[in-house]
């Protein structure tokens, strides 16, 4: 598994500098905080790349317009080398609205308290403290014709003797067309970080993606993502995902899926992969996330 893991890590350094991808970036520190933020929050959307028209209990933490397109709720674990990722989100309709509630905590250590945190700590941890942590409320509604809907929410990273919070909004639309949805979103809109003697921005992000669904191939269904972010310093950062699932009997889903992506933080790198079982209304999803030197394995149990 070890071999297997280390020939992964080498095609995907392959891919990256076929892209165009800094990877040997070890000394390169993030550019904005905080890191929850910038982490995918689920195996699933870490694999499809997290784009502005996943249509998935998470949207709350990609595009707040799609919130209550698939109700239900989702609890996530990830583990870094050196940090765990805890997320959990649910969605459900009122009426004309869509409502969604969503929180993200990211624990670990870090080898200093410096500001944005150094991406690699994920991987080697160190010996202070370091947290990070978000909690999300959106609301979607149809108008005419279109999805629109916004998140507020409440970010906070502490590293060392270091520690803030801040308000935050995402902004969303979204279009059905057949069997393809767009979308575009703006998140982390707000007033930034501030420290004794340093700040941080947040990771103010415009995201713009499609998604397709419903398409076969023999016994096969075909689903996927492509869509591109672009950071304040105008950095571009496509990403997509297909997903293969295959319906034995009544009831029973399998589902497998492979990314490809610019990474948005030094340590990471373009590629992942994962799959989900399900039964009837629940689903457990497993993704693994090529890092630098390291990986990250994901788990998440979906209830529909």
């Known amino acids: 598994m070890r071999q ?6 080498r095609a995907s350094l392959m891919v990256g500098a076929l892209v165009g991808v800094p990877l040997t970036a070890g000394a390169q520190y993030d550019l904005y905080a905080p890191t929850v933020l910038q982490l995918a929050p689920t195996p699933r959307a870490a694999v499809l790349g997290n784009t502005a028209a996943a249509r ?49 905590y990211l624990d ?14 994920l991987l080697t941890g160190g010996h202070l403290p370091m947290s990070s942590a978000s909690g999300a409320f959106a609301l979607a509604m149809t108008y005419r014709g279109m999805r629109v809907g916004a998140a507020v929410k409440y970010v906070e990273q502490s590293q060392g003797s270091l520690q803030d919070a801040t308000p935050a909004m995402d902004l969303g639309i979204a279009k059905d067309l057949s069997r393809l949805t767009a979308g575009l979103a703006v998140q982390n809109i707000g007033a930034g970080l501030d420290f004794p003697n340093t700040s941080a921005q947040l990771p103010l992000r415009v995201s713009a993606g499609v998604a397709g669904y419903g398409f076969t191939l023999g016994p096969l269904d075909l689903s996927g993502s492509a869509g591109a972010s672009v950071l304040p310093n105008g950095d571009v950062l496509p990403a997509g995902g297909i997903e293969v699932g295959y319906v034995p009997m009544e009831g ?14 030094p340590a990471q790198q373009p590629f992942s992969f994962g799959a989900t079982a399900a039964l009837d209304r629940f689903s457990l999803e497993y993704a693994y996330e090529d890092w630098d030197g390291g990986s990250a394995h994901r788990l998440a149990l979906r209830v529909r």
Not at 67 to 80: E, W
Not at 86 to 97: D, E, K, Y
């Open 252 to 265: 029973y889903n399998f589902m497998a899926r492979v990314g490809l992506r610019r990474p948005e933080l």
């Open 56 to 104: 998935d209990i998470e949207a709350i933490f990609g595009n707040p317009a799609l919130v209550g397109v698939a109700g239900g709720t989702v609890a996530g674990f990830a583990r870094y080398d050196a940090a765990t990722l805890l997320t959990v989100a649910s969605s459900t309709s009122l009426g004309p609205f869509s409502v969604g509630i969503g929180g993200q």
């Open 108 to 121: 670990g250590l870090t080898p200093n308290d410096r500001l944005p945190l150094w991406s690699y700590a």
């Open 4 to 9: 297997y893991a280390k020939s992964l890590r």
